[in-house]
């Protein structure tokens, strides 16, 4: 399967068994380098909520020979609805299925995070050695090698160390500056998500629900058993920022005294929250930053670049930076300070385009705090579904969320 690039094969380490991590691990192999993938979860991550593939993320699946098997796991997700306390539509947007144009509010390709891991994992395993309950607690570096320095005791040596581990990348707090500004770009928002049983009521359209506050509660079901439930605030506290460091039963009373009052299903919501065993928080943040790599080490996906879920693009961002990331190395095997450099000028200018895509002053109006900003924001949504104008500009538009952009051509990964 593995076909050896000519300057021969590299010794590569990445922190981080997710998405990024198993997309750059499948295209080394195929070049026909060695490559360890340590994730410091005991075993395959394979968990989390619903994500989405638009743009240059389903042409990177394709790429990869795998959108069949993507298509095959997607969850059925018609389209989202606003509604109100009693759980009527007010206004309905629907999944653009043309083939042309954007995707609306709901992508063509869902799938659960865990499925999206589970496909890329069976298609490395065979070709990566894959070590479960261990991460990188350190290393140094010189001209010719990495050290990596384990949990677990142990070392090894590395011709590149890649530092896939997420927005809070230990990897990338290594390799900045001391003194460097942190790198995450906040836009005021928070966001917990966890699974509850599903009920009748509960259908493949996702409700959005707006209580005064700058409060939204998101419900969508992904299988006939379980449903997603997803709390939404709008608060730039140093608490609300904080939380997400505490305990989970702290967490989770945070989120119960901030929505207890919501209305709609919120009862039922948080009666499943005390139970859940998917419970997750998190502050909506970018992460940006100047620099990508130092010598032998190179972040990528969201430890380099994190657009977070109001771009639409955290996932499609990955998979192109994986891609991206291994055709330089590919390409200049022998000489990786090039290929680190022309990953970075290559992918910069898509990385600028999607995170530009979050714009705060237009989460505010979709999160407004008022009871008379909810109904006027309800009303206007609801003219424009009458008028047909979501779909109309889906369909019309000349490009999805990360532009025009080309992903590039890299024979080498062709052959492989």
């Not at 989202?80 to 063509?108: C, D």
């Not at 995450?184 to 928002?189: A, H, L, P, T």
């Not at 499943?272 to 998917?278: D, F, K």
Request: hydrophobic content about 40%.
């Amino acid at each position: 399967m593995a076909h050896a690039t000519e300057a021969g094969s590299l010794k590569v380490l990445i922190c981080g068994g997710g998405v990024t991590g198993q997309a750059l691990a499948y295209w080394l192999a195929k070049g026909g380098h060695k490559v360890t993938v340590v994730e410091r979860f005991p075993a395959l991550r394979a968990t989390g909520a619903q994500v989405d593939l638009r743009g240059q993320g389903i042409e990177a699946v394709k790429r990869m020979g795998l959108l069949d098997t993507v298509r095959s796991k997607r969850v059925d997700e018609a389209g989202v609805a606003f509604v109100n306390a009693k759980g009527k539509a007010r206004a309905t947007i629907m999944v653009n299925t043309s083939g042309r144009g954007r995707q609306t509010l709901t992508s063509e390709y869902e799938i659960m995070r865990g499925d999206l891991v589970r496909i890329l994992h069976d298609a490395t395993q065979e070709d990566v050695d894959y070590v479960f309950g261990v991460s990188v607690e350190r290393f140094e570096q010189d001209e010719k090698r990495v050290v990596a320095h384990f949990s677990d005791g142990t070392s090894g040596e590395f011709d590149l160390l890649v530092g896939a581990d997420g927005q809070g990348s230990r990897i990338r707090r290594a390799i900045l500056p001391a003194g460097s500004p942190e790198p995450y770009w906040r836009v005021g928002i928070h966001m917990a998500y966890w699974f509850v049983p599903r009920i009748a009521s509960d259908s493949n359209i996702r409700d959005t629900y707006h209580a005064p506050g700058g409060r939204m509660i998101m419900r969508r079901s992904h299988n006939p058993a379980e449903t997603q439930v997803y709390f939404v605030l709008r608060e730039e506290s140093t608490e609300a920022s904080a939380v997400h460091r505490e305990p989970v039963e702290r967490q989770k009373r945070f989120w119960t005294d901030r929505f207890r009052d919501a209305g709609w299903q919120t009862e039922r919501f948080l009666d499943g929250m005390r139970t859940t065993q998917s419970f997750y928080s998190q502050e909506v943040a970018q992460v940006r930053t100047g620099i990508w790599s130092k010598g032998r080490v190179v972040l990528a996906g969201d430890a380099a670049h994190c657009a977070s879920p109001y771009s639409g693009m955290g996932v499609s961002g990955g998979l192109v930076g994986a891609y991206v990331l291994a055709g330089e190395i590919n390409r200049h095997a022998h000489d990786l300070s090039t290929a680190l450099a022309v990953y970075d000028t290559t992918l910069r200018p898509f990385v600028d385009e999607i995170q530009a895509e979050v714009k705060p002053r237009l989460l505010r109006l979709g999160m407004p705090k008022s009871r008379l900003a909810i109904d006027a924001f309800h009303s206007v949504t609801a003219l424009a579904c009458l008028l047909h104008i979501p779909d109309l500009a889906a369909r019309c538009s000349k490009e999805d969320r990360g532009g025009d952009r080309q992903l590039p051509e890299y024979p080498e990964l062709k052959a492989a």
